[in-house]
């Protein structure tokens, strides 16, 4: 490992695991290459069996490439692509879902900044998200947030997020919709 190069090799419980869901172990591993000051590229696996203890196994293998980029002191770029594949139940095949993100952040005061994000996310089979319609989750969104950081390790955030998607996913009073969205506020602290 080098100021410039990172590479890990990781033992993990399972995937984004709060409570362990079965006795199968995981594998990762983190590449990570900083060719300058402005440029964070990233590369990330998880391979591992997510089914409970009482269901037949399912291997996941998943890759997550990000690009962090500053194009300014205060402008910067973050660019994500995830893409997953997991064994189906019965035969050799495997179902995938993947997803893109784009980033842009302005720096306003060295205490506020401004964030834009556009994403498109699909999961044709349901595999991480099942919603039971004949398309799944396949979902575009975009939003806007404000950030003001209180102290190094206090963050809160004024976000408004818009969805769309194929199928008629999200609950509402006069029956299920293909769009919605939040106004949110939050904090985050961290130690």
Do not use: C
Request: charged share 20%; no cysteine; aromatic share 10%.
């Amino acid at each position: 490992m080098t100021d410039r190069l990172s590479v890990r090799a990781l033992l993990l419980n399972g995937w984004q695991n709060i409570q362990e869901t079965n006795h199968d172990k995981a594998v990762g591993t983190q590449v990570q290459f900083k060719p300058s000051t402005d440029v964070l590229l990233n590369w990330s696996t998880f391979i591992g069996n997510e089914q409970p203890d009482t269901s037949a196994s399912q291997l996941r293998i998943f890759n997550d490439l990000y690009a962090q980029l500053s194009l300014s002191e205060k402008l910067s770029l973050a660019l994500w692509f995830d893409i997953g594949l997991q064994k189906q139940k019965q035969g050799t095949s495997y179902d995938s879902w993947h997803t893109g993100t784009a980033i842009l952040r302005y720096v306003l005061h060295p205490q506020w900044s401004v964030s834009m994000r556009g994403e498109y996310y699909t999961d044709k089979r349901g595999v991480i998200i099942p919603t039971g319609t004949p398309e799944n989750f396949q979902t575009a969104s975009g939003s806007v947030n404000l950030d003001f950081a209180a102290s190094p390790n206090v963050l809160w955030r004024l976000e408004l997020r818009l969805f769309s998607s194929k199928d008629k996913i999200y609950p509402s009073k006069a029956g299920p919709k293909s769009t919605d969205g939040f106004l949110a506020a939050s904090a985050a602290i961290s130690f």
